[in-house]
């Protein structure tokens, strides 16, 4: 008894977490939320965990449970809802990505030609003999070129 409100406990607090991220527009994490937050309560109903003296039923009480309790069988049900869950939300994850990227990953893609303008300013500053950009000082110097690729990344965008 003390197992089960503990876990029923645990998975309203987290189906409570999972509606609040939802409505902050979150879908996609809060369906991995809800699909964790079930996995206590689902344990719980199908007798796999128990708090207490006890630590495991026996092979047979299990098994008679299993056989004779709608509310094990609810269980089982309630984890395997929680594997839909887990598994859909990765699928979305893996569609959203291939539908942005174009199925290559944007990050390692964006990062050698967003790095390139600080690796030739650097360049030019050694070779000129002037000092670093990260000297404190302001005007013009080798790094204001990167905020304006910048700006126009942002301006590209909307931002």
Do not use: N
Not at 119 to 126: D, E, F, I, M, T
Request: hydrophobic share 50%; with cysteine.
């Amino acid at each position: 008894m003390f197992t089960t409100t503990v876990c029923a406990a645990l998975s309203a607090a987290g189906l409570a977490i999972a509606l609040l991220t939802a409505y902050r527009r979150r879908f996609r994490r809060a369906t991995k939320i809800a699909a964790l937050s079930l996995v206590p309560v689902g344990l719980a109903m199908a007798g796999l965990v128990e708090l207490g003296g006890k630590v495991g039923k026996a092979t047979g009480d299990w098994a008679t449970d299993l056989v004779f309790k709608p509310s094990v069988w609810g269980g089982f049900g309630v984890l395997a809802v929680a594997v839909v869950l887990w598994v859909a939300q990765r699928f979305a994850g893996e569609r959203a990505r291939r539908k942005a990227g174009g199925g290559a990953p944007a990050a390692p893609a964006a990062a050698p030609a967003a790095s390139q303008p600080a690796l030739r300013a650097g360049r030019v500053g050694k070779a000129r003999g002037s000092a670093p950009a990260t000297s404190g000082r302001r005007g013009s110097g080798p790094g204001d070129e990167d905020f304006s690729d910048i700006e126009a990344i942002l301006k590209k965008h909307g931002i």
